[in-house]
């Protein structure tokens, strides 16, 4: 079945350095890669999307790429502060024109002052 | 304007009760999602409703588990006969879905944390 794998579960990282996050997914067909951030007690919140015809997508601090040919894509965060540290989610979906995501099991970032 | 909601936000229950949790999507959006979230855990998908369609239940662990949209915008998920493994933080979610371009933001609710004694 269709499946999303995340790496890795945790991350720590000091503030001011980069965090990268990578997933792969199993559906060739998947065309829409969110990802997700979650802080303690809260609900999910989309930060960046990418769909399969684009490569890479930038938004301030965030970017994500996306491999298509391998099937992975990855989170890139620059210059990490306190606030970024949360549970971050990335998801694959899309295919068959569908809204259905499955979701990876989530890296767990910690930003250290 | 107003988010989705969900209620209850917590519901403590004995073992083998039935339980039934509510999802009010944004207006006008025509898909529903259903997510349970162990603690420490990820979102696993449960069903998912996209107008007038079958909803994909494809993630439903099993037959306790069953959910329902009425008039193409509240639902029920309900649980029969909880064990203490259904426990967990159950969301829902919702989006816009266009036929051509598939997959469009998802806007979760604040969850019913769901506690089986």
């Known amino acids: 079945g269709e499946n999303v794998e995340q790496h890795p579960s945790t991350l720590s990282v000091q503030e001011g350095d980069s965090a990268v996050i990578k997933c792969t997914y199993s559906?060739?067909?998947?065309?829409?890669f969110p990802w997700y951030k979650q802080e303690l007690g809260k609900r999910p919140q989309l930060i960046i999307d990418?769909?399969?015809?684009?490569g890479e997508k930038k938004d301030q601090r965030i970017a994500v790429t996306l491999n298509k040919t391998a099937k992975h894509f990855s989170l890139h965060i620059t210059e990490t502060q306190p606030e970024d540290s949360a549970v971050y989610f990335c998801?694959?979906?899309?295919?068959?024109?569908?809204?259905?995501?499955?979701f990876g099991q989530g890296t767990t970032l910690q930003v250290k002052p | 304007g107003a988010g989705v909601s969900q209620s209850p936000s917590n519901k403590v229950t004995e073992k083998g009760k039935d339980v039934e949790l509510r999802c009010d999507p944004i207006s006008g959006h025509t898909a529903l999602y259903w997510y349970r979230q162990s603690l420490g855990q990820g979102l696993e998908f449960l069903i998912y409703?996209?107008?007038?369609?079958?909803?994909?239940k494809s993630g439903l662990p099993s037959d306790r588990f069953s959910a329902e949209r009425t008039g193409g915008s509240v639902s029920t998920l309900t649980i029969q006969r909880t064990q203490q493994e259904d426990s967990a933080v159950y969301l829902c979610?919702?989006?816009?879905?266009?036929?051509?371009?598939?997959?469009?933001?998802?806007?979760f609710g604040p969850g019913t944390r769901l506690t089986v004694t």
């Open positions: 998801a694959g979906g899309g295919s068959s024109n569908t809204g259905k995501l499955i």
């Open positions: 990418i769909r399969s015809n684009v």
């Open positions: 559906d060739s067909a998947s065309n829409y």
């Open positions: 409703f996209q107008g007038n369609s079958a909803p994909d």
């Open positions: 979610a919702s989006s816009l879905v266009s036929g051509l371009a598939g997959g469009n933001e998802q806007y």
